[in-house]
């Protein structure tokens, strides 16, 4: 599914990210964890194609998208809800997630997905006429993950979703992600939430200065002396 070997990528002359090796297989949520500057959304944006990565190969079901652009990469089903959502917030709701349907097969398909993302948050039902701007956090945050699904995502990459939600939210989206990834979608799970990221994912890499220096399941990186004493404070 999704190889990436000898990443380095960063802005003009800046070198953030370096020699970067992790994979995710089909139906897997993998944890990329750091704490702040770490370079996890660098890695992101390199994956995406947001920014141009300086060397290495991003390999999609065979593909190597390194080179390629955002809606190549788009089109090829790696769809990500954005660190911060960036919604449309002068836009309804339903507006927002129609926003997410980019192509012309994804239009045909959107009542479809629309019911779907009804189902996993009825929420957005009762929201839908709202304007984004003005729901809560949490359900923004709904709104930004529903509209990625409305993407027919193959790899849904989720950039800190937990970032200042109640923890019963955090709960209640990671839920959603985790049943999504039984039906065979990729999840990569970017999180400075140690804690909630591990309790929904298979595997996870913990990025520092830019490098991956520990990877594992999930219940060995949450037994790790370093994760424990460096993240988790215990
Ligand atoms: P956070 O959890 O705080 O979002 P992060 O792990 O996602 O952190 P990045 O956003 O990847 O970290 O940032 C890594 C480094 O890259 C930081 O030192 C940041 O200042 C720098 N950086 C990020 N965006 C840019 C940019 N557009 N131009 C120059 N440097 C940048």
Not at 12 to 18: L, N, P
Request: charged share 25%; net charge negative; hydrophobic share 40%.
């Amino acid at each position: 599914m999704l190889k990436v070997r000898g990443l380095n990528a960063g802005y003009g002359s800046i070198k953030i990210i370096w020699d970067e090796a992790f994979e995710i297989n089909d139906g897997e949520i993998v944890a990329i964890l750091g704490s702040n500057g770490a370079g996890k959304t660098t890695t992101v944006r390199a994956i995406t194609g947001l920014i141009k990565p300086v060397s290495g190969s991003v390999e999609f079901n065979g593909e190597d998208l390194a080179k390629k652009s955002s809606r190549h990469i788009l089109d090829k089903g790696i769809v990500q809800v954005p660190e911060g959502r960036q919604l449309f917030t002068g836009m309804t709701c339903l507006e927002n997630l129609e926003m997410g349907a980019f192509n012309k097969q994804l239009k045909a398909d959107f009542k479809k997905n629309l019911e779907k993302c009804y189902t996993w948050f009825p929420k957005l039902k009762e929201r839908a006429s709202q304007i984004a701007g003005t729901l809560s956090g949490g359900e923004q945050q709904m709104v930004a993950v529903a509209r990625a699904l409305v993407g027919e995502p193959r790899l849904l990459i989720l950039d800190e979703p937990s970032l200042g939600l109640a923890p019963n939210i955090v709960d209640d989206i990671l839920k959603v992600v985790k049943e999504l990834a039984e039906t065979g979608v990729s999840v990569m799970l970017v999180e400075q939430d140690i804690t909630k990221a591990l309790a929904v994912a298979d595997r996870g890499y913990v990025i520092e200065n830019g490098c991956i220096t520990l990877e594992g399941t999930a219940g060995e990186l949450v037994t790790n002396e370093h994760v424990k004493k460096a993240y988790l404070g215990i």
